[in-house]
């Protein structure tokens, strides 16, 4: 889509766009360009000058087990995190819609959660499951279960996820929550004159007229669960325990900047860079399907 | 008969009341770890260490607050909280800044490259910062922006959403008023000053909400380039309140400042939820 009406000249447009044009290429290109660089290369013993490897850092990659159990472990983590935080979303949206009075006072209570910063989430569900002072581990000890997030890898991404879900619930209940008033009244009323009930007017008609919003909130959560709990992780479990809440973001972090291995790290960047590139194409694909919906 | 269907599809009666409890259950067990921070930052590290805590709020209120704000754990709270506040709003108002301007460039004028710089600006869109952090680091460390507020700002600016969001509503701003500019002789920033930038209002406002919330939210970033504590930020300094080692932590101190990082945010998506769900959903649009 084009203006008819433009204005002459080229001097001013240039410097209109120019702010934004050298802060992206110093703070953006050029980095991102150094990550493909420097993925190509390892540091000498002493760090005095670089060896080209090719794709040397990406093979040894790709062999690395712990490398590949990141991977495992993001898609684990991610997959629940999307559920986690979709279904209870979608049960508190599906209740909100049918009351007449009242859900705009849920509706701002339940966005509170959102904007509290993933750290801060993890802050505070630590502090829950703290192994010496947390309530909820001292009532499941009461139970006769040994909570122990700090050796159990099970139990330390079960909390991970659980934190990292929490904010999202209020984001996926906003979508929810606006995609089910705008289904038509109509249509509802009809199945039920002719005696659908409230599951089966659900399930037949209310949910796959849901479904974009679904699949959009599906895609935009996995990307959220990949690359913005970093701060969840790094304050509960810092990875551990074995690496067993690493996932690749956090790796990126622990291997550059931790463990010092530029080249890794920067191979690590190219791949997540190419990660993030596919879902933005699925991101995409769907929006332009939404248009013609 | 249309109430009778209205009954049929809107509960009334005990359903209305069971969608009622479900819906304040929901709530409650979302609310619970704000409730147990606020709790435990109003009682003492006593109260804390002997599980289990209390769950109503004790008499330590003004004393954990006072203590947190000026003195803190490494550096007081309030430090954090001003250093946090420059780094949202500078974020939010440098990337509504450039990008008003870069878009009203993109939209209005037919200039060589336009093609090119557009689709530059595009691919930003794709990389988050987490992605390309030790290059990043590495641009910033030589520029000697480390702890530094245009080194916290600057790097979180460098990408597209807002362009993106102000081109879309600059098409569709009618064309006869960048005519009747044009006939008037107005020249094309007192055209961009009078007619789009009031225009914009809402979706600069907005934005605005959603910047504020994504810059106080910073994490990974504040934590790598703020190695002085004086430049730490709320959100990441409450993780360097933990003792390294075997200690206890002072919950109290630490729980008063987790309430304290989130009531700027909290404040601004309840108070302008309006703008806050618009932008939401334009962003990500």
């Given at each position: 889509m084009e203006k008819r009406v433009t204005f002459r000249g080229w001097l001013l447009p240039l410097l209109l766009i120019a702010p934004q044009v050298i802060i992206s290429a110093v703070f953006f290109f050029y980095p991102a360009g150094q990550a493909i660089w420097q993925s190509l290369f390892i540091p000498d013993p002493f760090g005095l000058s670089m060896q080209y490897v090719g794709l040397?850092?990406?093979?040894?990659?790709?062999?690395?087990?712990?490398?590949?159990?990141?991977?495992?472990?993001?898609?684990?983590?991610?997959?629940?995190?999307?559920?986690?935080?979709?279904?209870?979303?979608?049960?508190?949206?599906?209740?909100?819609?049918?009351?007449?009075?009242g859900s705009g006072v849920y509706r701002t209570l339940l966005i509170w959660p959102y904007a509290v910063a993933p750290a801060v989430a993890g802050v505070l569900w630590l502090f829950m499951f703290n192994t010496r002072v947390g309530v909820v581990s001292w009532y499941l000890g009461q139970l006769g279960y040994d909570w122990n997030h700090v050796l159990n890898g099970g139990e330390a991404m079960g909390l991970v996820v659980v934190a990292s879900a929490w904010g999202r619930i209020s984001y996926n209940f906003l979508f929810f929550f606006a995609a089910l008033q705008a289904v038509p009244k109509s249509v509802i009323e009809a199945a039920a004159i002719d005696g659908a009930h409230f599951w089966r007017r659900f399930w037949t008609i209310v949910l796959p007229l849901l479904s974009p919003t679904t699949f959009f909130l599906l895609v935009v959560n996995i990307v959220y669960a990949f690359f913005e709990t970093f701060g969840v992780i790094h304050t509960i479990t810092a990875g551990g325990p074995q690496q067993t809440t690493t996932i690749l973001v956090y790796k990126v972090f622990s291997d550059g900047f931790v463990g010092q291995d530029l080249g890794s790290s920067s191979a690590q960047s190219v791949i997540l860079l190419i990660v993030v590139g596919l879902l933005t194409v699925v991101q995409f694909k769907f929006i332009e399907k939404r248009v013609h919906y | 008969m249309a109430r009778e269907i209205h009954g049929m599809v809107e509960k009334r009666g005990a359903g209305l009341w069971l969608t009622h409890v479900f819906m304040i259950l929901g709530v409650l067990v979302i609310f619970f770890p704000i409730w147990l921070a606020f709790v435990a930052s109003t009682v003492t590290q006593a109260d804390i260490i002997r599980p289990p805590m209390p769950v109503w709020p004790g008499d330590q209120f003004w004393t954990n607050y006072k203590n947190a704000l000026f003195s803190g754990v490494n550096v007081p709270v309030g430090t954090m909280l001003m250093n946090s506040l420059i780094m949202a709003i500078g974020i939010a108002v440098g990337k509504i800044v450039i990008s008003l301007l870069s878009a009203f460039a993109i939209v209005y004028f037919k200039f060589p490259g336009r093609g090119v710089f557009f689709w530059l600006i595009f691919l930003t869109l794709m990389l988050p910062v987490e992605v390309r952090i030790v290059p990043t680091f590495e641009v910033v460390a030589s520029f000697g922006m480390l702890n530094s507020y245009s080194g916290l700002i600057f790097p979180l600016i460098a990408s597209a959403t807002a362009t993106f969001l102000f081109r879309q509503f600059f098409l569709t701003i009618p064309d006869e008023l960048a005519e009747a500019a044009r006939v008037d002789g107005a020249r094309p920033m007192r055209f961009f000053w009078d007619i789009v930038v009031p225009m914009s209002r809402t979706n600069i406002a907005a934005l605005f909400v959603i910047l504020f919330i994504y810059?106080?939210?910073?994490?990974?970033?504040?934590?790598?380039?703020?190695?002085?504590?004086?430049?730490?930020?709320?959100?990441?300094?409450?993780?360097?309140?933990?003792?390294?080692?075997?200690?206890?932590?002072?919950?109290?101190?630490?729980?008063a400042t987790s309430i304290l990082a989130m009531i700027p945010p909290v404040i601004v998506v309840v108070g302008m939820q309006r703008l806050f769900i618009r932008g939401l959903v334009d962003s990500e649009k």
């Open positions: 040397g850092n990406f093979e040894f990659l790709l062999s690395d087990p712990f490398y590949r159990a990141s991977f495992v472990t993001t898609a684990i983590f991610s997959i629940l995190v999307t559920l986690c935080s979709m279904i209870p979303a979608l049960f508190l949206a599906v209740l909100a819609d049918r009351l007449i009075k | 810059g106080w939210n910073q994490y990974l970033w504040p934590l790598l380039i703020t190695t002085d504590p004086e430049m730490n930020t709320i959100v990441m300094g409450i993780k360097q309140m933990f003792p390294s080692g075997d200690d206890f932590a002072h919950w109290p101190t630490i729980m």
